[in-house]
């Protein structure tokens, strides 16, 4: 029996359909409780108590009234030891996918940008106000999990694509920005659950509102991780700007944000392109140009920090 088989089995449900296999197979389904996206998590990522947890923070949400997919099943353990879930159905198209050019005019895009600003800021204030209990556990993005001996996308400044200048590049910005986080954090900088992945594939809009899916890797963090990892796939877009100012807009909407928090949007962009440096190299086969490709935007990333820092 299929792993998707015996998941079906377990939740009732039947007709299912693969619609993503990225970090996990995702499949349409029928389950009792309405359409679901049923999920195979990857191994050895999340457990299955911070599975649970992810779970009951997006059930948390979905009855505050953040526009996130409402969990229906699970987590369960299948017998080959992987464990599946399955949340409510969200109808909507994707805003976009990395690396191809935005759809729609300069208004429409800007109009969508501002949507999702404000859908992080509904998912940040909601957060702030729930009482997950003590059996709580997700992983965090905090100072060790982005800079720390052992970041939880891997050791980024050890990526083979780096060259013995690019690497002392790396290590330099990455010793200015613990410590320029560590003061952030000392001052109170903004730090909770957050959803650590707000790519455009994982925004779905329904006509001028958006909504966030995928939260496999969400846990506790630093706010403005979730802006610049928002950011970071608008580096080609001709109005670049205008999209990020449309974004903080429409976060300020709803939630405050200083001036000088944002002057530190470009330092959590390198740490972003820092993680996917180092989450790439156990993904790709020796020499596949992917490598080369996420080490040269986080290397860009860090000259541009340093310059300015």
């Known amino acids: ?15 299912a359909r693969l619609v993503s296999e990225r970090e996990n197979a995702v499949y349409a389904a029928d389950l009792p409780g309405g359409r679901a996206a049923v999920r195979l998590h990857r191994p050895g990522y999340q457990t299955p108590e911070a599975i649970r947890s992810e779970l009951d923070w997006m059930r948390a949400l979905a009855s505050a009234g ?24 969200m109808e909507g198209a994707p805003l976009g996918e990395g690396g191809e050019p935005l759809a729609g005019d300069p208004v429409t895009q800007q109009a969508r940008f501002r949507a999702v600003g404000r859908a992080v800021a509904d998912l ?9 209990g003590a059996g709580f556990t997700r992983h965090a993005w905090n100072i060790d999990g982005l800079l720390g001996a052992a970041p939880l996308w891997g050791r980024f400044w050890e990526s083979p694509a780096l060259d013995a200048e690019e690497r002392a590049l790396v290590d330099a910005a990455r010793a200015k920005a613990h410590g320029m986080l560590g003061a952030f954090a000392t001052s109170g900088g903004d730090y909770g659950l957050i959803h650590a992945d707000v790519l455009r594939e994982n925004v779905l809009m329904r006509a ?3 909504m966030l899916i995928d939260f496999d890797d969400a846990g506790w963090g630093f706010r403005l991780y979730d802006l610049a990892t928002f950011m970071t796939q608008n580096e080609d ?7 990020r100012d449309a974004a903080l807009q429409g976060y300020r909407e709803a939630r405050p944000l200083s001036t000088e928090d944002e002057d530190l949007l470009p330092m959590f962009v390198m740490l972003r ?19 080369r490709a996420y080490a040269a935007k986080a290397v860009t990333a860090a000259r541009a920090f340093m310059a300015n820092a």
Do not use: C, Q, Y
């Open 1 to 15: 029996m299929s792993e998707i088989d015996e998941a079906l089995g377990l939740f009732g449900g039947r007709a």
């Open 66 to 89: 953040v526009a996130v997919p409402a969990p229906l099943a699970g987590p369960v353990v299948l017998s080959t030891g992987r464990v599946a879930t399955a949340v409510a159905w």
């Open 124 to 132: 940040h204030n909601a957060s702030d106000g729930l009482d997950l």
């Open 208 to 210: 001028d509102a958006a």
């Open 237 to 243: 877009e001709p109005n670049a700007e205008a999209l």
């Open 273 to 291: 392109r820092f993680a996917s440096m180092g989450w790439i190299v156990p993904r790709a086969a020796p020499g596949d140009p992917k490598v």
